[in-house]
């Protein structure tokens, strides 16, 4: 081989590595770039699907609310008609109501609904609140996975920083 094809040769093979290297640093810069964002996509869909998951419970959580009222409204229409069922009752059998002995089974009465009508909104209560910290808690997990995304996208744009860099030592 003649003396003045071994620079050539040389030049043709620093020419090749350098591409190769430009190459590899493009593919490690896009590799690391689609591997953040994709993370990022990623945390934003937990985000909302939490999101979506708190307002569900929030719905439900008002739902339960809707159906303590209607309940107490029910529970206290029942209790006047068994009110007005003993009144009647007390009535025909000849007895004078709202006096004695039918007083003290009317306000016995009353009583026994009062607390009844209070227990199932205390039960109703319990369930909606669980809810209401169901859906915060949903909201705090949302927030969580998005945080956890950004910072694994981080992760890996350092990690394509170390590779780029690896490349050129």
């Known amino acids: 081989m003649p003396a003045a094809a071994a620079p050539a040769a040389g030049a043709a093979a620093a020419t090749t590595a350098s591409t190769a290297a430009t190459v590899a640093t493009y593919a490690a810069i896009a590799a690391a770039s689609y591997t953040a964002?994709?993370?990022y996509q990623q945390?934003?869909?937990q985000e909302d699907l939490y999101k979506d998951q708190a307002a569900q419970s929030v719905r439900e959580g008002e739902q339960i609310t809707e159906a303590s009222r209607f309940e107490e409204r029910e529970a206290r229409i029942e209790g006047r008609k068994l009110r007005a069922r003993q009144y009647l009752q007390f009535a025909k059998g000849g007895v004078?109501?709202?006096?004695?002995?039918?007083?003290?089974v009317g306000e016995e009465t009353a009583v026994d609904i009062e607390r009844d009508i209070?227990?199932?909104?205390?039960?109703?209560?319990?369930e909606s609140q669980r809810k209401y910290?169901?859906?915060?808690i949903q909201r705090k997990?949302?927030?969580?996975?998005?945080r956890a995304a950004r910072w694994q996208a981080g992760g890996s744009l350092?990690?394509?920083?170390?590779r780029v860099a690896s490349i050129y030592s």
Request: net charge positive; glycine share 24%.
């Open 141 to 146: 997990k949302g927030k969580a996975a998005s």
């Open 158 to 162: 350092l990690t394509g920083a170390y």
């Open 133 to 136: 910290f169901e859906a915060g």
């Open 96 to 104: 004078v109501p709202g006096t004695g002995t039918p007083l003290l």
């Open 43 to 45: 945390g934003k869909y």
């Open 37 to 39: 964002y994709s993370t």
């Open 118 to 126: 209070q227990r199932g909104k205390y039960g109703f209560g319990l």
